[in-house]
DNA sequence: ATTAAATAATGATCGACGTTCAAATGCAAA
DNA sequence: TTTGCATTTGAACGTCGATCATTATTTAAT
C-alpha cells in the first residue's frame, strides 16, 4: 500500500524527504498512479496523519478505566509521549504540516482529535457535576492543548535541551488538576475546603 | 530588504507560498542573489521567525511589572495571543517551520526563546525559594509549552471548531497557578494549609 | 583620472518536484 | 476474438531551490 511506502519514509527522513515519486519508486510504481488513490500529495499526508491520530487512540482507549483522575491521566498522558518519543519522525509530520488556505481538515482527521479529546474529556468528568459540560469542554480543550504542546517542541528539534517530556507531562497533569481541585473546591462550597487540593 | 519582502509574503499567503523567486521579484532582485544574503532559504526562513520571537519578546518585556503572579502570568499570556491572533500566517510560520534533520537552529533563534522563557520564569520566580531554580524551570517550560499549544492549535486551522484562545489561555494560568499554590503548600507545610489555593 | 581589486548582481542551467494527460497495457464480459 | 472498461505508464509542463561563470558596479590604490 502507498501509505505503507509514505509512512516508511517520514518515520525514517522525516516529511521533506516525502515526495510523489519516492513513495511510487518505492512500491514498484510510476507516480502518476499515486493520483489514482489520492486526490493530490496533501490529502496522502492527510490520510497518513489521521491514522497516526488514529493509532494513538486505540492504545489509548485501552488504559483508561479507574481511580484517581490524576492518576488516570497521568497514564493517559504517558501512552501519547511514549509514542511520541518512539515515532519522533511521524509525530513531527502530524504537528508540523498544516493544509494549504483553500482547504479544510477532512472528517475523518477532525474525528480522530475529537475522539481523543472525548478520552480527556471523559477522565475530567468526575469533577465535573452534570450541567457542566462547555466547562469540562475547555478544560478538556486547554488539557489538550497543554499535552500537545509538549509533545511538538519534543519532537521538533527547535531546542538544544534536552527535553524530558514525560516528566513535563506528569507535571502538567499533576499540577493542573490540582488546580482544578482547588479552584472548584474553592467556588462551589463557601466553607473552607479539607484538602481537596491533594492530587 | 529581503526580510521584509518575506515577511509580507508570509503574512497574506503563508509559509507554503514562500518561494526564493517571489522573494526576489517583489524586491526587484534575481533569485540567485538572495544567496548572498542568506546560505539557503531554511537560512532565511528562521531568521524571519527569530523576528517574530524577538518582536514579541520586545512587547512582552514591557508590561511585566507588578503583582499577583497570575495576575501577571495573564497578561503575559494575552500579549502572546494577541500577537498570534493579529498575525496567524505569521506565526503558524513560527510553529509548523522545523529544519532539516542535519541542521540545529541557530543562537539567535534559541536565544530568542530562552529570553521569552525567562519571562515566564520571572513571573514564577515568587513561588520559588532560592535553590528551587531547576523546580521553577521546569514548571517554566511546562507554562510555556502549554501556551504554545494553545497557540499553535488556534493558528494552524487544523480543527473547525473556533478556538477561543484567549479564554483558554487564561485558563491554564489561573488553573495552573492554582494547582502549583495548591501543592507547594501542601508539601511545605505538615499543618493544614489555610486557604492558599486561592488565586 | 586610470587602473586594479573586490563586491554585487545576473541569467542560464541543473536536477527534482507536483501534477496532468494521451497513449499503452491488462483484464473481464460478450 | 472483439469489445469495453479500468489501470498503469511515461512523457511533458511549469515551478522550485540551488549553483556558477559571466557581467556590472562600486571601492581602493596608484
Known amino acids: ?23 511510487a519508486g518505492k512500491m514498484g510504481y510510476a507516480a502518476g498512479t499515486l493520483y ?28 483508561e478505566p479507574g481511580g484517581e483522575p490524576s492518576e488516570t491521566l497521568i497514564r493517559l498522558a504517558e501512552v501519547y509521549i511514549r509514542s511520541v518519543t ?3 519522525k511521524l509525530w513531527n509530520a502530524v504537528f508540523e504540516y498544516s493544509p494549504p488556505v483553500d482547504r479544510v481538515m477532512p472528517a ?8 481523543l479529546l472525548g478520552l480527556v474529556q471523559a477522565v475530567l468528568a468526575p469533577l465535573f457535576p452534570p450541567g457542566e459540560e462547555a466547562g469540562r469542554l475547555r478544560e478538556a480543550r486547554v488539557m489538550w492543548a497543554g499535552l500537545y504542546g509538549i509533545a511538538t517542541l519534543a519532537s521538533s528539534r527547535k531546542s538544544s535541551v534536552e527535553i524530558d517530556s514525560s516528566a513535563m507531562v506528569r507535571t502538567l497533569a499533576t499540577t493542573y488538576l490540582a488546580g482544578l ?19
Open 1 to 23: 500500500m502507498a501509505l505503507d511506502a509514505a509512512h516508511a519514509i517520514v518515520r525514517r527522513d522525516g516529511l521533506r524527504a516525502l515526495s510523489v515519486r519516492r513513495i
Open 108 to 115: 475523518r482527521y477532525q474525528g480522530a482529535v475529537a475522539k
Open 86 to 88: 518512539r515515532e519522533p
Open 36 to 63: 489514482q488513490l489520492f486526490e493530490d500529495l496533501d490529502d496522502l499526508i492527510i490520510i497518513m496523519n489521521s491514522e497516526t491520530l488514529e493509532k494513538l487512540y486505540a492504545s489509548a482507549s485501552k488504559v
Open 181 to 199: 481541585k482547588a479552584l472548584r473546591a474553592e467556588a462551589g462550597t463557601e466553607r473552607k475546603p479539607r484538602r481537596t487540593a491533594a492530587q
